[in-house]
């Protein structure tokens, strides 16, 4: 007989525990982009998330990045769709 997953099994596992520094850099590079970042490290590669919310704060991390030119970036027609 088959046994459907309990609660505590469905869903996104829990995210693992940042070891202190790795922890105070996520907390500084989201007080310098003034917008949530989420790090996480693993083994041999690790990633840094940037939360932004609508077109200006994406303009704004961008800008912050040093990736605008005069322009600026312009989402394509219908925004940006992930």
């Known amino acids: 007989m088959k046994r459907s997953p309990t609660p505590a099994r469905v869903g996104k596992r829990a995210a ?6 790795y922890r105070s850099v996520e907390e500084r590079l989201g007080e310098h982009f003034g917008t ?3 790090l996480t490290v693993g083994e041999a590669k690790g990633r840094i998330e940037i939360t932004f919310f609508g ?21 394509p027609k219908g925004g940006f769709h992930v």
């Not at 693992?16 to 520094?21: H, V």
């Not at 200006?56 to 989402?75: A, F, N, S």
Request: aromatic letters at 0%; hydrophobic letters at 35%.
């Open 16 to 21: 693992p525990m940042l070891a202190p520094d």
């Open 55 to 75: 077109d200006e704060g994406l303009q704004r991390i961008l800008e912050t990045l040093g990736l605008l030119d005069d322009r600026g970036v312009r989402p």
């Open 36 to 38: 949530p970042v989420k």
